[in-house]
């Protein structure tokens, strides 16, 4: 399954906007104020084309990246991409209503409709694929890309959820907003009618207007996700999106990377959380799942390394006649390793246990033992052994610097984004040049 887009459809929007002009037509930056009109926002449709699960609702939809290595789009959200396609669908169904009569119209609707429908469905599919990658260990980048790994896990854990049962509540939620907007249209129905006659402006007052019934109707607490509403759906989706997703995909061979990455993430869940109306069972159930994945990912990370120094080792691999019997002292050795209360710990190890230590701590205390750990990634960076080989001092550098300039923007654009007071925020963004180390 591809997971390109703010979905993890079947249409990755790159490759559609490569081979279908009419893609590259529609893909056009949402606009954030009501008042601007979208006269650039073209009817995707409409005497255009019949290719199923078009992006209907052009960068609304599939035009974001769900994993970008380039960091995430803090911006966008759940509410505001489903509601926005649902009312740029009705939007453009007017227009054909507007535009053709008789059997043509009938043709045009019939049509239409069929690839709304089909666009509810794959929003649902991958919407509740989405949250099992991660929730129900489905991504085997939790395993280190390994499937058998993968397989000995799954083969004792209960999922949280059933995927098929998620996709047809989704299903059933986004179809019960459908009937909302259409009650909307015809309550709204002056406001609904400028639009109309304006050329799409205000059409993102309508979108805020539907979010605002929809969440009017979402209210509740869920207990599990078997009776999920529609408002913790968004919010579990947004939290992976913004704080877990693109740390649990990354992979390195550098497990003190890896666990500052997924130490960052956690921290960005956690306080992601704290301002979220999440149900607090969904909540917990999230945490949960993202702590056993998380530590699932970093335990295989610290074995991979431990084998290799073993394995990279003439002497250690002429002692054994076949690799099973290699394989079978190894994990005997990592266990001892592991049970014994002197062993050094790897810098991996130390890493992550110094991340998990600044949960719940006081903003101070938890920005201050951040950029320690960006320090101590950036100091490791430019003093350790390339992969590459002999590269030369000032290759590292800039490499370590452009981690450091990576970490610190996505660090401080994630703060930026979340629902609390400015003070707060000025206490958690990391200062300009605080993370500086020369060689």
Do not use: C
């Amino acid at each position: 399954m591809q997971t390109n887009g703010i979905y993890a459809s079947s249409t990755p929007s790159t490759i559609v906007a490569k081979n279908n002009q009419l893609a590259t037509k529609v893909l056009v930056p949402a606009s954030n104020n009501a008042s601007d009109a979208v006269e650039m926002y073209t009817p995707s449709v409409i005497d255009e084309g019949q290719q199923e699960l078009r992006a209907l609702g052009g960068q609304w939809i599939v035009g974001r990246e769900f994993t970008s290595v380039q960091g995430t789009d803090y911006s966008k959200n759940f509410l505001d991409d489903v509601s926005g396609f649902l009312v740029k669908s009705a939007y453009e169904r007017d227009l054909l209503l507007q535009r053709y009569t008789g059997d043509e119209l009938s043709q045009h609707l019939e049509q239409y409709d069929k690839q709304v429908q089909l666009k509810i469905e794959d929003i649902a599919q991958t919407t509740a694929s989405t949250l099992s990658q991660y929730l129900n260990f489905e991504n085997d980048s939790i395993f280190g890309g390994s499937k058998e790994t993968q397989g000995e896990f799954l083969s004792t854990y209960k999922p949280i959820f059933d995927k098929d049962e998620l996709t047809d509540r989704i299903k059933n939620m986004l179809q019960e907003q459908s009937r909302l907007l259409g009650k909307l249209q015809e309550e709204q129905g002056d406001q609904w009618k400028q639009i109309m006659e304006q050329g799409g402006k205000g059409i993102t007052d309508f979108r805020d207007l539907l979010k605002e019934e929809a969440s009017k109707a979402s209210v509740g607490e869920s207990t599990s996700f078997q009776d999920i509403s529609y408002r913790d759906v968004a919010g579990v989706f947004d939290a992976l999106v913004h704080t877990t997703a693109k740390a649990m995909n990354t992979f390195t061979f550098d497990t003190e990377w890896m666990a500052n990455n997924l130490g960052t993430a956690r921290l960005k869940l956690d306080l992601y959380l704290q301002q979220s109306p999440m149900s607090s069972a969904i909540k917990e159930q999230l945490t949960q799942s993202v702590d056993k994945a998380m530590s699932t990912k970093m335990g295989i990370a610290e074995y991979d390394d431990y084998k290799f120094s073993l394995i990279s080792t003439p002497s250690f691999r002429k002692q054994f006649a076949s690799h099973q019997e290699m394989s079978l002292e190894i994990k005997r050795k990592y266990s001892a390793h592991l049970q014994d209360l002197n062993a050094k710990k790897s810098v991996g190890t130390i890493m992550w246990e110094s991340m998990k230590g600044l949960l719940n701590q006081k903003p101070e205390d938890l920005l201050s033992g951040l950029m320690n750990a960006f320090n101590s990634l950036h100091h490791s960076l430019i003093s350790a052994p390339s992969m590459q080989g002999d590269v030369g001092p000032k290759a590292k550098l800039e490499f370590a610097n452009q981690v450091r300039d990576a970490n610190l923007e996505d660090w401080n654009s994630f703060i930026s984004s979340l629902n609390m007071g400015q003070q707060q925020k000025s206490a958690l963004t990391i200062p300009k040049n605080s993370i500086d180390i020369k060689v």
